[in-house]
């Protein structure tokens, strides 16, 4: 993904799942990894819709406004569904970190949520039971 200028901001490297049924469920977590319908994904990763990434930045202090609009725009033209919500789960690292993108993604209206992983997963899972669309980084 690029922005305006040209320059990379963010690159998913690969496809490394895809969930065949609309429920996206995440059986098991750690510090390094997910289970995701039986499959370990190692972290980071990306989660759009049902289709899962590989995230190439382990440093969440990376992540800024722009990157993280660029991919909910870009995931949008992609989807059937517009994405209803972004969550950004840390693995480790402090969410008052992130304070600032929080802030101004309210500014922008986008609709961004931080949390622990933990809590990223298990919200993961309640959303994709309601059949909503999420957009998510797990680091």
Not at 63 to 85: C, G, P, Y
Not at 93 to 117: C, F, Q, V, Y
Request: glycine share 4%; proline share 1%.
């Amino acid at each position: 993904m690029k922005d305006k200028s040209n320059k990379q901001l963010l690159s998913l490297t690969y496809k490394i799942g895809e969930v065949q049924k609309d429920l996206l469920t995440i059986s098991s977590y750690s510090d390094t990894f997910v289970k995701i319908e039986s499959k370990r994904y190692n972290l980071p990763l990306c989660i759009i819709g049902n289709n899962i990434f590989q995230w190439n930045d382990k440093n969440y202090l990376n992540l800024n406004l722009e990157i993280v609009k660029n991919l909910f725009d870009d995931s949008n033209r992609s989807v059937v569904d517009r994405i209803e919500v972004i969550i950004i789960g840390l693995s480790s690292g402090k969410i008052n970190n992130l304070i600032d993108l929080k802030n101004k993604s309210m500014d922008t209206k986008l609709p961004l949520e931080i949390m622990k992983h933990d809590a990223a997963c298990r919200t993961i899972n309640i959303l994709s039971m309601e059949g909503r669309k999420i957009l998510a980084i797990i680091i």
